[in-house]
Every structure is written in structure tokens, then in C-alpha cells.
């Protein structure tokens, strides 16, 4: 008789990969499982279309369906909420052959992923500009990404199903994403300012290095929520 940890291991891989495992093998009729497989399959691309709204709309559900069951079966759930599920998705599809064609796709995950960060961020209290003292500590809905392409740009065309004067030319750039009450803030730096930026969340000390460019870039994350309140 398996033990309950080898039924569970045993389910969750025919679940996901289907086939006659071990877990078929001890039920009387293992065809009801497609079920439960066809449930599993639904929730998740379900989960990454919640997330990735912009992928789904550029490739379409049957690709989403296919790049959400590839991805489960590399990187499966590990926990029951599904909001924390997705990180690794943009690396995926870089790698995702199908997707090949389509270069900018893992760029427009990267900001998406951020998106869904801050949105659901633990709602702490953030830094006013006031009360700023080191250490600095990034604020959970903070987030800094580097892309090569202009996904602020592709975003926005979606959203409004205008793609007039788009132009998908490769542009290395980086961008801030933070929440500030319930707005979503995205905003782009300079590579010199997204590496104090950097410095900043890595607790380096930048103070005897702070010239009137970092000042105001320091100055707008503050304004911008990206950094949480020091605790008393």
C-alpha cells in the first residue's frame, strides 16, 4: 500500500503530465483523473491569464493555454496562492521555442510580473520623504527590471487596441515599478540611475556620492512609494 506522500506526488504528476502513473494504476477507473487534469490544466493558465493579461492578448488563448501547461510541468505551484506564482515565467518563455519569433514577449512578462507585484503587496506604510533615514528598505510592491524593448509602449497599445506609430526596435532601458495608494507607478530610469537605485536596496552607502542627479532621483522614489517606513 503507498503511503500518503507517494499518492500525493503519485496524483500531482499525472495531474500535470498525464500518462498511466502510478497513481492510475490504483484506481478502477483511471480515466476519470482527466477530470481533475482538465481542472488543474484550466486553473492555472487561468492563474498566468489573471497575471499576464497583456501576453494573453498579443498571443492569443491557445497559445497562452499551451506556454501555461509547459511552464506548470517546469515550474509546478508550490504554494496554494496562485497571485505568488509566476516569477519565473518571463525566463520561460525565453526559452519557450514557440515563442521564439515573438522577442519582446518575456520583456512584456518581466513588467506584468512587476504589475501584479505591486498590486498585491502587503499594504505597509511607506516612507515619507520627511522620515528618511538609512537603511532604506524597499517597499514589498517595489520593483526594478531591465528590458530590452519598449513594453511601457506595447502595454499601452493593447490597452487601448491602438497600435498606430508602435515601433518594436530594441532599446535597453530600465524601469521603476511601485504602488502609491491604489495607482500602479511605472516609471523609467537612466542606467546610472538604476544602478544607485540599486545601491540604495542593497544598503550600500551612497551618501558621500550624493550629487543633485541622485538627490532628486532619491527624491522621486520617495515620492513614489518605493520605500517602506523604518521600524521604531
Given at each position: 500500500?503507498?503511503?500518503?506522500?507517494?499518492?500525493?506526488?503519485?496524483?500531482?504528476?499525472?495531474?500535470?503530465?498525464?500518462?498511466?502513473?502510478?497513481?492510475?494504476?490504483?484506481?478502477?477507473?483511471?480515466e476519470?483523473?482527466?477530470?481533475?487534469?482538465?481542472t488543474?490544466?484550466?486553473v492555472?493558465?487561468?492563474a498566468?491569464?489573471?497575471?499576464?493579461p497583456i501576453?494573453?492578448?498579443?498571443?492569443?488563448?491557445?497559445?497562452?493555454?499551451?506556454?501555461?501547461?509547459?511552464?506548470?510541468?517546469?515550474?509546478?505551484?508550490?504554494?496554494?496562492?496562485?497571485?505568488?506564482?509566476?516569477?519565473d515565467?518571463?525566463?520561460?518563455?525565453?526559452?519557450?521555442e514557440?515563442?521564439?519569433?515573438?522577442?519582446?514577449?518575456?520583456?512584456v512578462?518581466?513588467?506584468?510580473?512587476?504589475?501584479?507585484?505591486?498590486?498585491?503587496a502587503?499594504?505597509?506604510?511607506?516612507l515619507?520623504?520627511?522620515?528618511?533615514?538609512?537603511?532604506?528598505?524597499?517597499?514589498?510592491s517595489?520593483?526594478?527590471?531591465?528590458?530590452?524593448?519598449?513594453v511601457?509602449?506595447?502595454?499601452?497599445?493593447?490597452l487601448?487596441?491602438?497600435?498606430?506609430g508602435?515601433?518594436?526596435?530594441?532599446?535597453p532601458?530600465?524601469?521603476?515599478?511601485?504602488?502609491l495608494?491604489?495607482?500602479?507607478?511605472?516609471r523609467?530610469?537612466?542606467?546610472?540611475?538604476?544602478?544607485?537605485t540599486?545601491s540604495?536596496?542593497?544598503?550600500?552607502?551612497q551618501v558621500d556620492q550624493?550629487d543633485q542627479?541622485?538627490?532628486?532621483?532619491?527624491?522621486?522614489?520617495?515620492?513614489?512609494?518605493c520605500?517602506?517606513e523604518?521600524?521604531?
Amino acid at each position: 500500500m503507498p503511503t500518503l506522500h507517494e499518492v500525493q506526488t503519485s496524483m500531482t504528476a499525472t495531474l500535470l503530465y498525464g500518462g498511466a502513473d502510478a497513481f492510475a494504476l490504483i484506481v478502477e477507473e483511471p480515466e476519470r483523473l482527466d477530470i481533475y487534469r482538465n481542472t488543474v490544466e484550466s486553473v492555472l493558465s487561468g492563474a498566468l491569464r489573471i497575471t499576464f493579461p497583456i501576453v494573453d492578448a498579443l498571443v492569443g488563448a491557445a497559445f497562452l493555454d499551451a506556454a501555461g501547461l509547459a511552464f506548470a510541468r517546469t515550474y509546478p505551484p508550490a504554494l496554494g496562492c496562485l497571485n505568488d506564482w509566476g516569477q519565473d515565467f518571463p525566463a520561460f518563455l525565453e526559452s519557450f521555442e514557440p515563442a521564439a519569433s515573438l522577442a519582446y514577449l518575456p520583456d512584456v512578462a518581466r513588467l506584468e510580473w512587476a504589475i501584479a507585484t505591486a498590486a498585491n503587496a502587503q499594504d505597509v506604510p511607506v516612507l515619507l520623504p520627511e522620515n528618511a533615514t538609512l537603511p532604506l528598505r524597499s517597499h514589498p510592491s517595489f520593483s526594478l527590471i531591465s528590458v530590452q524593448w519598449p513594453v511601457v509602449e506595447i502595454r499601452q497599445a493593447v490597452l487601448e487596441d491602438d497600435f498606430t506609430g508602435l515601433s518594436l526596435t530594441a532599446e535597453p532601458r530600465w524601469l521603476v515599478v511601485s504602488r502609491l495608494g491604489e495607482d500602479i507607478l511605472i516609471r523609467a530610469l537612466s542606467s546610472e540611475a538604476a544602478h544607485f537605485t540599486q545601491s540604495l536596496i542593497d544598503n550600500r552607502n551612497q551618501v558621500d556620492q550624493m550629487d543633485q542627479d541622485r538627490v532628486e532621483v532619491l527624491a522621486q522614489h520617495l515620492l513614489s512609494g518605493c520605500f517602506q517606513e523604518n521600524p521604531a
